[in-house]
């Protein structure tokens, strides 16, 4: 009996340390992708929608305002390999279906639809910590807007622990409210509070004191930016 017994326990205690190990490495995967995220969604050339996605243990659970003043409810998760898992309600009576998948160098990318419009959405991660600061590249930067050649504004951004809060007037005298967030690998996200349809996305980089990137107006017309550090 007893060698009946020990025979039968060790497989039974193989088992429970194979089960233990793989709950401990199922459990450790599952903050594999989490950190905070810079999100676009863009509708053919269009930019509709901007916004950071904080991920954690693995889940999502955000609302993402539109330019056209809906709001999206996005639930899901990320699996190990990236896949995200996604399930989206909004204020719209049509069909919303998401998928996508996040890279080992934390860039998202993937697509959507609204009823029958098919769109995507791109983005990258900002900080594996929320709370962690980036200031290597904070500074005042003088910086310039382009539309087709043209001049559209000129702005100083201060840019303090990574992040910038300013307003923008235009040439036109239109005034955006501006909010941004620099990456560790230097990516710039600015996006600005949508008013009366009325907004900008930009997205680029800054390196050695230059920045430059492209920016999406709401009504889809696209343009260029550039800086420099202010070292005076």
């Not at 996605?53 to 305002?65: Q, T, Y």
């Not at 639930?75 to 719209?92: E, R």
Request: aromatic residues 8%; proline residues 0%.
């Amino acid at each position: 009996m007893k060698k009946i017994a020990i025979k039968l326990l060790i497989p039974i205690s193989l088992l429970n340390i194979y089960s233990c190990q793989l709950l401990t490495t199922s459990r450790n995967s599952l903050n594999l992708y989490d950190g905070t995220y810079s999100v676009s969604f863009i509708c053919g050339e269009k930019c509709m929608a901007t916004s950071i996605i904080n991920i954690k243990d693995g889940k999502i659970e955000e609302k993402v305002h539109s330019i056209n003043k809906h709001t999206f409810n996005v639930i899901g998760f990320v699996m190990n390999t990236g896949k995200l898992q996604l399930s989206i309600t909004s204020d719209l009576n049509e069909k919303l279906n998401a998928h996508g998948n996040i890279s080992n160098d934390g860039h998202i990318e993937g697509s959507y639809s609204v009823g029958s419009r098919n769109c995507k959405f791109l983005g990258f991660i900002i900080t594996k910590n929320s709370n962690e600061k980036i200031t290597k590249y904070d500074g005042l930067y003088d910086i310039i807007f382009k539309r087709k050649e043209k001049l559209m504004a000129r702005a100083k951004i201060n840019i303090k622990d990574g992040a910038f809060h300013t307003f923008i007037r235009t040439i036109n005298n239109d005034i955006y409210k501006v909010n941004g967030k620099i990456s560790k690998e230097g990516k710039i996200l600015l996006n600005t509070i949508f008013n009366q349809n009325q907004g900008v996305t930009a997205t680029g980089s800054v390196r050695d004191g230059f920045m430059k990137g492209e920016y999406y107006i709401s009504d889809g017309s696209k343009g260029s930016f550039i800086g420099k550090l202010n070292k005076e």
